[in-house]
């Protein structure tokens, strides 16, 4: 099985556009989750998804959306990007939303300039 | 606020032991995590812990005491794969995962 996969693997953006990151699971799980990953610093929570059909904040949701309308996919979309939102992003999912361990896709770098 | 601490970088030779430290002030509780990531790789999962104790998985361990808000990770018989960064995270009481920066391991030969 392919578990997580995440697209595009890389991208480079003005500033001002937006842009949609794709992530799909086909492990079932019920939780979802954004990370962005930045040099000196721990993973940080953007937004999460416990169920399809329910989103969540994080610790760092500001200028960020996602939707969650199937058990699959969880898009995390960027309305207007910004230079400080140049990041690695994470997608992973867990069976459930409480003390199960999270798998990883294989993350989107993306430069914005 | 919530913090989890754990060194930035360590050294040591194949085939030896290295233990690498976690400390944690979190809201709540509910389980220490490690996790292994490659450079340029997404992260995997390690070890969990929710009670007091040690865990061993193979060449790996991790130790949990919740009264000090410690943890550390125990790798033997290192191996020039295990060159990687090892990143603590405790989930808190909204369980959401606290991640600290990582640990980044070099092993020489």
């Known amino acids: 099985t392919a578990g997580i996969t995440q697209a595009p693997t890389s991208q480079i953006l003005a500033a001002g556009r937006s842009m949609t990151l794709r992530c799909t699971q086909d492990m079932r799980h019920n939780a979802m989750y954004w990370y962005r990953q930045d040099l000196g610093l721990g993973l940080r929570l953007i937004h999460y998804?416990?169920?399809?059909?329910?989103?969540g904040k994080g610790e760092v949701p500001d200028g960020y959306s996602v939707s969650r309308a199937n058990t699959d996919d969880f898009p995390l979309t960027l309305a207007s990007a910004v230079p400080s939102q140049t990041s690695v992003y994470f997608c992973?999912?867990?069976?459930?939303?409480?003390?199960?361990?999270?798998?990883f896709g294989p993350g989107t770098r993306l430069t914005v300039l | 606020g919530q913090n989890i601490d754990q060194p930035t970088e360590m050294t040591a030779t194949e085939g030896a032991i290295v233990q690498i430290n976690c400390t944690y002030q979190?809201?709540?509780?509910?389980?220490l995590f490690w996790y292994q990531q490659h450079a340029g790789e997404a992260p995997t999962f390690l070890s969990y812990?929710?009670l007091d104790g040690l865990e061993e998985k193979g060449r790996f361990s991790s130790f949990l005491s919740r009264s000090k808000g410690y943890s550390y990770l125990l790798l033997k018989e290192l191996q020039m794969k295990d060159s990687a960064s090892y990143l603590c995270?405790?989930?808190?009481?909204?369980?959401?995962?606290?991640w600290g920066a990582g640990t980044k391991l070099i092993i020489k030969p």
């Open positions: 992973a999912s867990s069976s459930g939303p409480t003390m199960d361990e999270q798998f």
């Open positions: 812990n929710v």
């Open positions: 979190t809201s709540g509780f509910n389980g």
């Open positions: 998804s416990n169920t399809a059909g329910t989103t």
């Open positions: 995270a405790v989930m808190d009481s909204n369980y959401q995962l606290i």
